[in-house]
């Protein structure tokens, strides 16, 4: 994929990934939606497959789940011309979704703190616990409808409702539902 971008195409990038930085309060990938609303139906900067693979490839990675932000905007720099615009692509999103949500956090946070025992802010805490939920199944339906997984597939389907619910409801460690599903999928069976 071939795209050809103005400066006031990377300055839209920018900007589109500075203002979204204020809506990540469950983390970068609860605005996922977005910026797939934004960088593949809006723009046509990437494809499925490559918003998949990126938010997939920064996932599988040791380090930080924002890392899926530097794969968008390289992949973006590279169908813009290659290796230096990848770069620049990358610096572009990553400090657009950093600065305004590492500034708010500090700022925040330091005034939440002090002020802890006020109604309004205890009222704030609880009322963004439904937020991030629905943002948060709003990224998993994107990325499980838009990476050809088609809702006919109920046993991947079963198995995903499950295991949110041994989740929700036990103490079941995360891993051990990891490497069930590890080994259902290595024994074909989803």
Do not use: C
């Amino acid at each position: 994929m071939s795209i050809s971008m103005s400066v006031a195409d990377w300055s839209g990038l920018f900007l589109h990934y500075f203002l979204l930085s204020l809506l990540t309060v469950g983390g970068a990938i609860s605005a996922a939606p977005d910026m797939h609303r934004f960088l593949v139906d809006g723009q046509g900067w990437l494809t499925d497959p490559q918003f998949s693979a990126s938010i997939a490839i920064a996932q599988a990675a040791p380090g930080p789940n924002v890392l899926f932000v530097a794969l968008m905007g390289w992949n973006v720099g590279l169908n813009a011309g290659g290796l230096p615009t990848a770069f620049l692509g990358m610096g572009l999103a990553m400090t657009g979704i950093m600065v305004p949500s590492s500034a708010l956090t500090y700022f925040a946070t330091r005034w939440g703190h002090e002020n802890r025992e006020l109604r309004a802010v205890r009222a704030f805490k609880q009322g963004m616990t439904p937020i991030v939920i629905a943002l948060l199944i709003a990224t998993g339906w994107i990325l499980a409808t838009g990476s050809s997984y088609a809702l006919r597939n109920w046993p991947l389907w079963l198995v995903t409702v499950v295991a949110a619910l041994l989740v929700w409801r036990t103490k079941i460690h995360l891993l051990w539902l990891l490497g069930a599903g590890a080994l259902l999928g290595w024994m074909g069976w989803i």
